[in-house]
């Protein structure tokens, strides 16, 4: 879904003012850095699980389309019904129809980012039907009709004293308190209900395996248990990149998705899903479906360079190290996926037409790549796309989309004098002559002294001061 | 990186040295002179090109980067006074390069370049004699040094070897300055709240210097310090060794 008053640069703006939410985003990702490299203590080990991590994703992206039918005839013969939606509107409308047939009023939802690609709550909620997030963070976004902030902890913009404000404000003869686990009570209350009378449970899934058939879905608060096997219908939804080929390539993944994520060698609650309820058995959805989502990821596929966005396995770890995100939080970015992976993933999926500024919320720090569990080469990957988005015969959606004449001649420029030694001397001559004059009122000079004072020319350059040394030239 | 002392090294200043820090690339090529190596400077050098490779204009780039390559004739090592011009030097020339017809070249060139301290503490082993009045510095680890070239310990290792000099680590040394080239001026708001925090972080230590082996961050942090009237000085980590080696200039 494209939105065109996305503006990255005023939202940013405006979190950047926010002195609260910059404490609360510069608390919680410190808290995460530590734990996390907590578990990764030993670098033999780390680097060891990391490339059977990324094996495992690269393994199973080299055959996806293979996997991905063998995932649907596992999934049949073991009586889950698979669907294929290549857009986000048609996976709204295959999960809309589900409901309409087993008549469906309320659904609660485990967390799931692709059905935040899809603004699902919203589509549903406009067909009479009350979708409900069951994820404590997700229901706490929801209350405040907000987007989650992150993709593992949504709300982690707020803290105790907003959410419980927001508790008596929205709750219904919820008193005020600070208190985490009277809070997390008073959720669990409202939750609970729905969860009993909730005519469909909706989830993502965070691996889904070829040879199996056998759906897997990592939680701590149970609320995924509960989504999947009390409602008498559940309905999975899943990016076609989440196919695994084997259970043994599962806990690896596993384990490096949560040691990342929330540091934790496993959670709390692991679901495997293989099927609905057989005969005999006690509980159980009568219903499954498995809605397997495109949205771009194809086209995204199909460039064996842009292919490797896909082996992500959604641990927000390259959030919690990224030093923009960390200033400016999730909701400046607009996206469903916030941070570097969001900054790689979002204008593939969007375009660059809208998301083209992306790729350039970033220093290229390597934050991120030092720390992704399987490995993606996210700064690359960011370069790649900023080439993209200034050359109108890439490949990328909305190729060409940021072309700029006037750029592109200054880059020429620039190429020609510094690509001739001869030009190189004269422009560097007349910097190091006239540069220091330059008013910081200019574009850019404008920017960079905000905070900081001009840069000065040495007036003889580093060429001049050698040839004088006598330092030889060859 | 083969650690056989060579007799010949080429001296790639990069370009903001040139203009902004020339003093900082005299004390790189003196240091490595003093240990006994022939350093030689191509006159016909500019830019490793990453500016506008991070801009998206790798046509741009492959120009600049290929009139420097055309100057490594010889097999020596390429020592470069930064981290950042070393890293596109030596992790992305390779990419840009592919199908070019020098790519062999370039990736030749790629695996002899080396950062300035790597150089200093791996290959040439140096040993350092403090001169100077006691001081406290702390240093700034640029990104990619860090995490393109891998130094992380060499450039503290040379400052430890100076008796006088306390070395105070920042409480968040591995995070970015907000420097990011052309990020700095695309996005001022977010790149201001990074240096204020670097800046911060500095002023926590109470030292009087900040030391770094790349000129973009200490043009960054350097130009933060003086626009809010700190009393810390910027220092290249080439310039403060040769001057507390050779004597307080």
Not at chain 2, 163 to 173: F, G, I, M, Q, T
Request: hydrophobic residues 40%; neutral net charge.
């Amino acid at each position: 879904m494209a939105h065109a008053d996305v503006n990255f640069a005023e939202a940013s703006r405006a979190a950047l003012k926010d002195p609260q939410l910059r404490a609360n985003f510069r608390r919680a990702m410190d808290g995460l850095m530590s734990k996390r490299a907590v578990q990764f203590a030993d670098p033999q080990e780390w680097h060891a699980m990391r490339a059977l991590g990324a094996s495992v994703r690269l393994r199973a992206l080299s055959r996806l389309p293979e996997l991905l039918e063998t995932l649907e005839e596992n999934c049949t013969r073991n009586g889950i019904t698979v669907h294929w939606a290549s857009a986000t509107e048609e996976a709204n409308a295959i999960v809309l129809a589900i409901m309409q047939r087993v008549d469906a009023r309320l659904a609660v939802k485990g967390k799931s980012m692709v059905t935040e690609e899809m603004h699902l709550n919203a589509f549903l909620e406009k067909q009479g039907i009350e979708c409900i997030e069951a994820d404590l963070g997700e229901y706490i976004v929801q209350l405040d009709q907000e987007m989650p902030s992150h993709i593992i902890m949504p709300a982690i913009h707020k803290n105790t004293k907003q959410i419980a404000h927001l508790f008596r404000e929205k709750i219904k003869d919820a008193e005020y308190t600070e208190d985490v686990a009277q809070l997390t009570d008073l959720a669990r209350r409202v939750l609970r209900r729905k969860f009993m009378n909730a005519d469909v449970g909706i989830s993502g899934v965070n691996a889904a395996v070829a040879e199996t058939g056998t759906l897997c879905l990592v939680e701590n608060e149970g609320n995924g248990r509960m989504v999947t096997t009390v409602p008498p219908v559940h309905i999975a939804v899943m990016g076609l990149e989440k196919v695994v080929e084997t259970l043994e390539d599962v806990p690896p993944v596993l384990s490096l998705l949560t040691r990342s994520a929330t540091a934790q060698p496993i959670t709390t609650y692991v679901n495997m899903i293989t099927s609905p309820r057989k005969p005999g058995e006690k509980d159980g959805p009568r219903e499954i479906h498995l809605v397997i989502l495109d949205n771009g990821r194809s086209k995204i596929y199909a460039d064996e360079e842009l292919r490797h966005t896909l082996r992500c396995i959604r641990c927000g770890a390259c959030m919690n190290h990224c030093p923009v995100y960390t200033r400016v939080g999730g909701h400046a970015y607009q996206a469903p996926y916030p941070g570097p992976i969001g900054k790689i993933l979002v204008p593939q999926m969007e375009g660059l037409g809208t998301r083209g500024e992306m790729p350039h919320a970033c220093t290229l720090c390597n934050a991120c790549v030092e720390i992704c569990p399987v490995g993606i080469p996210i700064a690359e990957l960011m370069n790649r796309l900023r080439a993209e988005a200034v050359h109108p015969d890439g490949t990328v959606k909305d190729a060409g989309a940021q072309a700029s004449t006037v750029e592109a001649l200054v880059w020429k420029g620039w190429a020609a004098a510094f690509a001739s030694p001869t030009a190189y001397r004269m422009a560097t001559m007349v910097l190091s002559t006239v540069g220091n004059a330059a008013p910081a009122s200019l574009p850019l000079l404008k920017e960079w002294t905000s905070v900081r004072v001009k840069p000065r020319f040495a007036g003889r350059t580093l060429h001049d001061l050698a040839r004088e040394k006598g330092i030889p030239d060859a | 990186m083969s650690t056989t002392r060579p007799g010949t090294v080429y001296f790639f200043g990069t370009c903001l040295v040139d203009l902004f820090y020339p003093q900082a690339g005299m004390a790189g090529m003196e240091l490595l002179r003093r240990e006994g190596v022939r350093v030689v400077f191509p006159q016909g050098q500019s830019c490793c090109g990453q500016p506008a490779y991070n801009s998206g204009y790798r046509e741009e780039a492959l120009k600049v980067a290929r009139a420097q390559l055309r100057l490594f004739t010889e097999d020596w090592p390429v020592v470069v006074p930064s981290g950042s011009c070393a890293g596109m030097m030596k992790t992305h020339w390779p990419d840009l390069f592919k199908g070019e017809p020098e790519e062999a070249h370039a990736v030749a060139v790629a695996g002899r370049t080396v950062e300035l301290t790597q150089f200093l503490v791996n290959v040439l082993n140096v040993a350092l004699e403090d001169k100077g009045e006691p001081v406290r510095v702390t240093w700034h680890a640029s990104c990619h040094a860090q995490r393109e070239m891998g130094v992380v310990d060499e450039p503290k290792a040379l400052l430890r070897q100076l008796a006088n000099v306390e070395l105070v680590e920042l409480k968040r040394e591995k995070e970015c300055c907000g420097f990011g080239g052309t990020f700095a001026v695309r996005h001022p708001e977010i790149s201001a709240a990074m240096v204020e925090d670097k800046v911060a972080d500095i002023e926590g230590t109470g030292a009087r210097a900040v030391v770094s082996g790349d000129c973009g961050c200490l043009m960054n942090i350097t130009g933060a310090l003086q626009a809010g009237g700190k009393p810390v000085q910027g220092k290249h980590i080439a310039e403060f060794l040769l001057e507390r080696t050779h004597g307080t200039r």
